[in-house]
């Protein structure tokens, strides 16, 4: 089974768990224990960089089904692009990254709570353009195709700008999707080069379908 699959699956779990232990305790214990809180992650509770990938709004569906929609279709392909170790890679150290500039950049958000995998879905797309950057894809409600690149350049402007101007207070982590596109490009870029930098009888030989 692709792990793009498990990690969904485990998404989904989690999701459940969320929503039951809610329901039994009345109360949010199980999303702020696993959740990231800053201050919390910070005088110990380290878990919470990696965990709170896995939680979502348990009061919005819409939270958990976008990103797992848009993870699951970039990352099948990217998964057999780059390998289950790589792509693994990627996923949580663009997660973790992700919180690190949610903490940096965001001011007086130490005692906030962070849920989500958009930060690592965020990188699994960037990841997806990097590899295939001319790949034309369709963005609701825009009814023409736009290249990959361009979405992940456009998704840069929109993140930068909403984090600094958080113009629609909506409680969005914007400069966390920021930081998951960051830490992907450069882990790609790195890959890459190394990549590029092998003697060619060192290299296995490969090639994909568009």
Sequence with gaps: MRVTLILVALNVIIFIAQITSAAVTESMFFTET???TP???LSGEVWQFVTYMFLHDPYNLYHIFI???VFMIF???LEEALGTKKFLLLYFISGIG???????LSI???DSLLIGASGAVYAILTGYAFMYPNSRLIIFPIPYPIKAKYIVIGLIVISIALGIT???EDNVAYFGHLGGIVIAVIMLYIWTKAKKRRPIEER????FWE
């Design 75 to 77: 990352g099948v392909p």
């Design 204 to 207: 296995a030989f490969e090639f």
């Design 166 to 168: 958080n113009v629609f």
């Design 39 to 41: 201050s919390r992650a």
């Design 98 to 104: 992700s919180a690190l500039f949610f903490m940096g």
């Design 67 to 69: 990103n797992m929609f």
């Design 108 to 110: 007086g958000s130490f």
């Design 34 to 36: 696993f959740g990231l």
